[in-house]
């Protein structure tokens, strides 16, 4: 049993994996620092299995996605004064299989055995087109990854 976490949250704002990536790179290249972070009301409490090898899932428009490493936790304080965390991420973001995800606040924990497995990135493959969301929901809700 791996002894790690993942978090999932919704990707506000963005409908697509590619419009995460703009954001992010955007950002990147402002504030000069080599990772993206995402701030966030809330520490985790299982912080010490987040930083033992957890993701970040996205949610996209209703679909798990995509993914990042975390690789760090990081006190923000706000301009308000009041303590947040700042989840850093790796810059690598990680296509995933389509998982139906309903909307929900802030971050909630993913435990491995139900996170949605990576995308195959060979060559081999890369011309495959993507099968819409729906039917991958379809499938994934029958037992068919």
């Known amino acids: 049993m791996p002894d ?8 506000v704002g963005a409908e697509r994996v590619e419009d995460l990536e703009t954001w ?5 290249a402002q504030s000069g620092q080599a990772n993206p972070r995402h701030v966030t009301r809330m520490w985790p409490k299982r912080e010490a299995e987040l930083l033992s090898g957890g993701s970040l899932y996205w949610v996209f428009k209703g679909f798990v996605l995509a993914r990042q490493r975390i690789i760090r936790l990081e006190e923000v304080i706000g301009d308000d004064g009041i303590r947040r965390c700042g989840i850093v991420l790796h810059p690598d973001i990680v296509r995933t299989e389509s998982q139906p995800r309903r909307a929900f606040q802030g971050w909630r924990y993913l435990p491995p055995a139900d996170a949605p497995r990576d995308l ?3 060559n081999a493959h890369s011309d495959d087109t993507p099968l819409p969301n729906a039917l991958a929901a379809a499938l994934a809700d029958i ?3």
């Open 120 to 122: 195959l990135t060979d």
């Open 4 to 11: 790690f976490i993942n978090l999932v949250k919704l990707c």
């Open 24 to 28: 992010q790179a955007t950002r990147r």
């Open 143 to 145: 037992g068919i990854r």
